[in-house]
């Protein structure tokens, strides 16, 4: 027999592409960094999506308070009108870590996009296969975040397919539906 390919030794096969686990129908955890602890992860979307935002906090207890999306305007949107409160910008970015390998969220602020200005709501720069890292600026748990992009992409067929935020963000916001999202 003379087939060449009998003779490849297992040490000599080429790599299998990587696998990555689905994401349909998964809870995507929205990462946030704690003081002196920086996030690093390899951004999986094109870019951040910026979503009109609410703080809602019935108990009062920090860690009992959500976000919610901005619906409409600010005439009509129920959450303008009942906590008389002004809407903000957050911005969310579908990033893959690796130890342990999952999709995640990380949330940003307008600050964040301000010290990284691709990540800035009308920027137009593809950040996927970008490395990201984002962490506290002072030591409260409240003090902004901010971020910072390698300048090496990953290969791109390295990396698991791009992830869709918006389902994700209904299954957590138990929302029907985008229909009135405020976005960018």
């Known amino acids: 027999m003379n087939n060449p390919f009998l003779r490849i030794r297992p040490t000599e096969m080429p790599p299998e592409p990587p696998r990555f686990p689905k994401v349909e129908d998964r809870w995507i955890a929205i990462l946030n960094p704690k003081p002196g602890r920086p996030i ?99 030591a409260a748990a409240n003090s902004p975040v901010m971020a910072q992009l390698g300048t090496d992409p990953t290969a791109l067929e390295l990396l698991p397919p791009e992830l869709n935020m918006r389902p994700a963000l209904l299954r957590l916001w138990d929302v029907r539906s985008s229909d009135g999202w405020v976005m960018r």
């Open 40 to 138: 690093t992860g390899t951004i999986i979307t094109e870019r951040p999506l910026w979503v009109l935002t609410h703080w809602v906090n019935p108990t009062g207890i920090p860690k009992d308070g959500r976000t919610r999306p901005h619906l409409g305007t600010d005439d009509t949107c129920p959450l303008c009108l009942s906590l008389d409160q002004k809407p903000r910008w957050v911005g969310y970015i579908g990033v893959w870590l690796v130890n342990p390998a999952r999709y995640v969220m990380f949330q940003l602020s307008l600050h964040s996009a301000q010290t990284c200005p691709p990540l800035e709501p009308d920027a137009t720069l593809d950040l996927r296969g970008r490395s990201i890292v984002i962490k506290r600026v002072g």
